[in-house]
Each structure stands twice: as structure tokens, then as C-alpha cells.
């Protein structure tokens, strides 16, 4: 999960439509439990905060959690949450980061909602920044979380066809959360191209793909350009026959 993390945050702008070009582009980096005790939470939170990672959220599921919206989900106490959540606003502060530390709760489905809000009441006594409440199943219920857990930001996770009903960015913002991730955003689409073009190539032995995708194209979306500037200011000669 760091590794990928630090790969992820290492991208920058696009320097053509970007008005912040070849500037870092905040990363909000999933950490499930902190993966064990005080003591990994607090190497979780200094490895990402030293891999480049923007913020980071952990809950309150047991070690071998699932999915968020996956039902029989099994949460830990409330104490060990609030150990979780403490140890990391610790770590952030030993390794002199302003990583944000999103606070998630599973437990509206299991416990109800007023359990799941006192956790995250308690989380924000413990520090943390910004409230998670997952698997929301309403826009009532959306906008009384974050009535109640103000003046604490709160995190909308949009997952289509989930818990939580269908809300747009734009609705989110009325209803007060200030920030919502969309985590299938690359996923789905990409699995949905993969799977077609592999039943393409399976059914015709062919894959059709766009003109346009040359392999110099990929490289030129891979950044492949700065390379050749840094190369040429370098004195390198790798690319002075250029890649076309």
C-alpha cells in the first residue's frame, strides 16, 4: 500500500491544463485498520507521510476487514479505534507532517448511527481532522451527520450502486461535506475497457485499438518528454534522434 501510494503521489500536473503545472497532486491514501497495533499505525502514518501521501483515513473495522459496503462487517471497541486514531495523530506529529488524518467509522450498519457519531466525536477529541462516516444511506442522513458532527469537515465516500445513494459533487458541497472521493472513479472504466478489448482479441484476434495510441503516444502520456528535456540539458545523447 505505501509503495503504491508513493508511486501515486509522485505524479504532478499537467503542465498544459494545469494552472499549478508540474505541482504535486494531493493524495488521499486508504490505511484500513493502521494494520495492527499503536505501534503500526504509527509506521503506517510515517511511511506515508514520508512517501508524499496528502491524508490518509483509518477505521474501526477488526484486522481482516472487507469493503465498506459489503454487510457482516465486525468493528473493534471503541477504545481500540480511539488507540488507532491517537497513535497516528502522534506519529504525524513525531515526524513533524501535516498529513491529514480522516477518521472512518463502519459502524453505523452494525451499531446504528449515534454509536457511529460518538466515535467520530471521540476520534476528533483524539485529533484527527476530518470525519469518514461510511456507508451512508440517505441524503437525510448526509446532511444530519454533518449538522452533527460540525464543526468537525466531513468526508462523503461516493460509491455507485452502494449503500449510499447517487450524489454528485456539486450536492455534496450544499449538504456541507467538504470533501468526496469516488473510489471505483478509474476502477470500473477500466475494467470495463480491459474486459472488452480482451473479448475483442479472444473473438477477432485482434485488439482495434484507437489510431491515435501509437507507442510514441503512450510514452508522451507517460511523461516520456521530460525525460528527453532532462536527458538533453544533461548533455545526454539517449534521445537526439527524438522517439518518432
Known amino acids: 500500500m505505501r509503495a503504491q501510494a508513493e508511486m501515486i503521489a509522485s505524479l504532478t500536473s499537467d503542465p498544459t491544463t494545469s494552472p499549478y503545472p508540474n505541482s504535486p497532486i494531493p493524495l488521499i491514501s486508504d490505511a484500513d485498520t493502521g494494520y495492527g ?19 490518509l483515513h483509518i477505521e474501526d473495522q ?5 469493503c465498506g459496503h459489503l454487510a457482516g462487517k465486525e468493528l473493534v471497541d471503541a477504545e481500540t479505534y480511539e488507540s488507532r486514531i491517537r497513535a497516528a495523530v502522534q506519529a504525524r506529529k513525531r515526524v513533524n507532517s501535516d498529513i491529514v488524518i480522516i ?10 448511527y449515534d454509536e457511529a ?20 444511506t440517505s441524503r437525510d442522513q448526509a446532511r444530519k451527520a454533518v449538522k452533527d458532527l460540525a464543526p468537525m469537515p466531513c468526508l462523503l465516500n461516493m460509491v455507485e450502486h452502494g449503500a449510499t ?11 456541507g461535506f467538504k470533501i468526496i472521493i469516488f473510489p471505483f472513479a478509474a476502477l470500473a472504466p477500466a475494467y470495463s475497457a480491459i474486459k472488452t ?21 503512450l510514452f508522451r502520456i507517460c511523461g516520456v518528454e521530460e525525460d528527453m528535456r532532462v536527458d538533453g540539458e544533461a548533455g545526454g545523447k539517449s534521445y537526439r534522434g527524438g522517439i518518432d
Open 197 to 217: 478489448s480482451m473479448e475483442k482479441l479472444k473473438r477477432e484476434g485482434c485488439l482495434g485499438s484507437s489510431k491515435e495510441m501509437t507507442p510514441q503516444a
Open 62 to 66: 477488526v484486522q481482516t476487514k472487507r
Open 103 to 112: 477518521a472512518r467509522t463502519d459502524a453505523l450498519q452494525s451499531y446504528g
Open 117 to 136: 457519531i460518538s466515535r467520530l466525536r471521540v476520534a476528533h477529541a483524539a485529533g484527527a481532522d476530518v470525519a469518514f462516516l461510511e456507508g451512508i
Open 165 to 175: 445513494p447517487s450524489i454528485s459533487a456539486n450536492e455534496a458541497k450544499e449538504m
Open 37 to 55: 497495533g499503536p505501534i503500526m499505525v504509527a509506521r503506517t502514518v510515517q511511511q506515508y507521510a514520508q512517501s508524499g501521501v496528502a491524508g
